[in-house]
Nanobody, 125 residues
Framework: QLQFVESGGNTVETGGSLRLSCVVSGHGLNFPPIGWFRQAPGKAREGVSCIKSSGSGTHYVGPVKGRFTISKDNAKNTVYLQMNELKPEDTGVYYC??????????????????WGQGTQVTVSS
């Protein structure tokens, strides 16, 4: 059973930076592709970035492209999300989850596994 523990959220001012961490367990020898998602108050959860199982491919949604960087450290079973130039619209609870791969790309379709508790990111204007 895959499990995820997110951390690193905080309150920062506009233009600030944060690095989120996602520790993955229960995957055995096969580190799954991982997606970062966020949920703003009153809105549905949305995909933000994902990384392939091999780590060789990544994807970012338009609003975060050029500001966020996803990476992974297999030795630490951890996926990171470096967030720079933060904006108030980046505010929300950030989650990581195992996702699927399709046509050589990671997707934002979560695999059937439990979500972590998330980590709160608040960007003040």
């Amino acid at each position: 059973q895959l499990q995820f523990v997110e951390s690193g959220g905080n309150t920062v001012e506009t233009g600030g930076s944060l690095r989120l961490s996602c520790v993955v367990s229960g995957h055995g020898l096969n580190f799954p592709p991982i997606g970062w998602f966020r949920q703003a108050p009153g809105k549905a959860r949305e995909g933000v970035s994902c990384i392939k199982s091999s780590g060789s491919g990544t994807h970012y949604v338009g609003p975060v492209k050029g500001r966020f960087t996803i990476s992974k450290d297999n030795a630490k079973n951890t996926v990171y999300l470096q967030m720079n130039e933060l904006k108030p619209e980046d505010t929300g609870v950030y989650y990581c989850a195992a996702v699927t791969e399709s046509h050589g790309l990671c997707t934002y379709y979560p695999q059937k596994s439990a979500w972590g508790q998330g980590t709160q990111v608040t960007v003040s204007s």
